[in-house]
């Protein structure tokens, strides 16, 4: 994952670029994705896909000296600045010029332009601290752009599972110089869908979609067929996954649906330090765009925000953990392994069961009542479980949800049942789609 990071990552990235393509290209040779490719001037409810840009010179002078050079970084010139050449008072000078907010020797990562295509304006992007010292005066800038008609990309790679039902992963391509967001979200997505197609058997189908963000999904799904969507369940947004930071977890529209408690679930109980919060109250990506009107798609983010580098140039390499991005892997699979394990249990028996007889062995032990001992909250949860646990065998109630009401491990609930099934008491059904999936 770091080696394919560092190679995309230091790219001049934009929704539309040369540097984009060779993104593509560069994960094209690691899955063997789809590309979709969408001309610039397209539009879509006031979206528009932008021409392919690119920047060729940057240069800030004064008195014949140069004092910045724009293209020493990827940052350096504002995404889809246009060109100019000409002198320019401290006043003016300043009016393009932007800063990170927070950091004063850092570079910003400025994106507005992308999604204004009609605005039409050039910018630099410097540090706050080369700002501070500009003295009055006139300067030579000289910024060489070109803007030509192109193609946004966006990345789908499909693997099918038993059901046409698909669970998406979606992260974004179009972050120049950004490691952590989302080149981070990226790789993660990709090792994760190398580990799925590892696998003999799979419930659900599985896309996972690299694309401009906003931008790329929007025109990604709008140009689906919709009996391609109609199977679409489940989304989830990784980004920013290789800090050093706990788990962010942003629920839902609903908050309620099938991934948002599978994902609580394994959080909960495999990185407790995590936090959560409600949809878009933590970080602002693709979701709207998969639970817009017409899709409704529940979508879920995991990432490690907040962080102190975000939309800087210190958003590198040397913020990002291998660990880190491999614990994102197993939490995704994690998340992926209760919703492909859940299901509703039919019951093959009549009456109470005695669970502690060798021929079945399913008592949990917890307390001799003939022996006064203390026993831990958990193992008084398993003794409640094992009393209400016939009646869920209903063919409504489902593992996920058993575990949530009794405050218990889903793998071990799980596991717990699964021996119930192996004896021949309860047989598994498909878990169906949650009446909270859509808002």
Known sequence: MMELLKKIYPLRLAPVSPDTDRAAAILCQVLPFKVHEYPSGDEHNGWLVPDSWEAHKALVSRDGQVIYDGMKHPLGVAGYSTSFKGKVSLQTLKEHLFHHPSLPGSLVYHCDYYYKPWKKDWGLCVSREFFDRLEDGRYEVEIETSFKKGTMKVLDYLLPGEKKETIILNAHNCHAGQANDDIAGVVVAIEV???????????????????????GTVFYLKNLPDRTTADFRYAMFLEMLGNDNRFALQESMTGQSLIDKAARQYLGYNQPDYFSDRFRKIVGNDETVWEAPGYEIPCISLSRAPYPEYHSDLDNEAIISEQR????????LGIIDIIETNARL??????????????????????????RREVSDEQRKWNRLMDYLPRYFNEKTNILDIAIKHELDYKKVFEYISKFRDKGLVSFLDAGREENDVA
């Open 346 to 371: 039919k019951r093959h028996f009549k009456g109470l069961v005695a669970l502690s007889n060798p021929k079945f062995d399913l008592y949990v032990s917890t307390i001799d009542p003939s022996i």
């Open 325 to 332: 991005l491999a614990e994102a892997v197993e939490a995704v």
């Open 193 to 215: 869908m190398k580990r799925l197609a590892a696998r003999k058997k799979r419930k659900y189908s599985y896309r996972v979609v690299i694309a401009p963000e906003h931008l």
